[in-house]
């Protein structure tokens, strides 16, 4: 665990200064690399969505070692397992998806905090240097371990303001397109009226004390982010940052095509 990357972390979100960082989807952990070389104050590695593999997301986990570079895992669902074995392959936080009642994020904390506070059990894994320093690990995790919610659902938005009041739960993200889904327009990423009621959940975290983030679009959608006050700040998922790459430049030599779901050109 990152103590002095989390509390750089922290302390920029209470000092209400963005904090910029990539979705990684793909597997080689060159991407992580590039991420951490470049500054980013934080990735995450989404085991929710796509192919990663739990030995490729501790190769992810392992390029962001000994840098400023927070390294979460988002896991599949909120399940004691899965947030046990991300910490314990040495995540510094988890992003749990899907949470709509305080009950579900009060338990989505305490999967991952060491009793008494919460269920965690104890692993002789790398986070705890295989066991070798696990009094330190147990102390630094308690203090320290990022606990990151998604709001994506209408219900998890009406509960916006009593989920804030969790304990442990530090950063809030949205999800424009599950939101939309539950809202009715599935396969929008904000379908009408969506765009509104993000920015009012958006504004509820933030009156709560607490920072809101988000996935940018563009880089015009990443500034409109910034000033509308989210702070958690994704450039972008990897894969769609080389796409967008490869349609500039495919449109600069007149060659662009758009992509379908069979990936065939057309």
Known sequence: MKTAALRAFRQQLAADQPVYGLWVTLESPSITEMAVALGLDWVVVDAEHGHLDWKEIAEHLRAAVRSNTVALVRIAESNAGLVKRALDIGADGVVIPWMETPEQLQRAVAFAHYPPAGVRGMGGERATGWGQCLPQHVAEAEEHVLVVPIIETVQGGRNVEALCQVPGADVFFVGPA?????????????????????????????????????????????????????????????????????????????????????????
């Open 178 to 266: 599950d939101y939309s889904a539950t809202a009715g327009y599935p396969g929008q990423w904000e379908g009408p009226g969506v765009a509104q009621q993000l920015l009012g959940i958006k504004d509820a975290v933030r009156r709560q004390g607490k920072p809101c983030g988000i996935l940018s679009t563009s880089l015009d959608n990443l500034t409109l982010r910034k000033n509308q006050g989210f702070r958690m700040l994704a450039l972008g998922m990897d894969a769609g940052l080389l796409l967008r790459s490869l349609h500039a430049a495919l449109a600069h030599v007149g060659h662009d095509r758009p992509l379908n779901t069979a990936l065939t050109p057309e």
